[in-house]
């Protein structure tokens, strides 16, 4: 549907909005992605925020590259997985 791009800040539910800083909100400058920067199971919901809006203001096609491998990583090895 193109809601989402393949890497990107997690998707959240409108509930959480209300939750967020100004600085927060920064993450919705760029679709969501399928796949994040981090094994959201071992983070607080303000260092999943801090680590959205780090890649948002730092993206490039070698973060997303290095995202995707250690995505790869943290899927066989379920580090961080619900």
């Known amino acids: 549907m193109g809601d989402m791009s393949l890497i990107g800040p997690k998707p959240d539910i409108p509930e959480m909005i209300k939750y967020y800083e100004p600085w927060q909100m920064k993450k919705f400058q ?3 992605g399928i796949t ?3 094994g ?3 983070l607080s919901f303000q ?3 801090k680590h959205d809006v780090e890649y948002v203001e ?3 096609l070698w ?3 290095k995202i995707l ?3 790869i990583k943290v899927t066989l090895f379920r ?3 619900f």
């Open 30 to 32: 760029i679709k969501p």
């Open 36 to 38: 994040q920067v981090n």
């Open 40 to 42: 959201w199971g071992l």
């Open 47 to 49: 260092e999943t925020l």
């Open 58 to 60: 730092n993206r490039s």
């Open 63 to 65: 973060l997303d590259f």
């Open 69 to 71: 491998l250690k995505t």
């Open 79 to 81: 580090i961080g997985a």
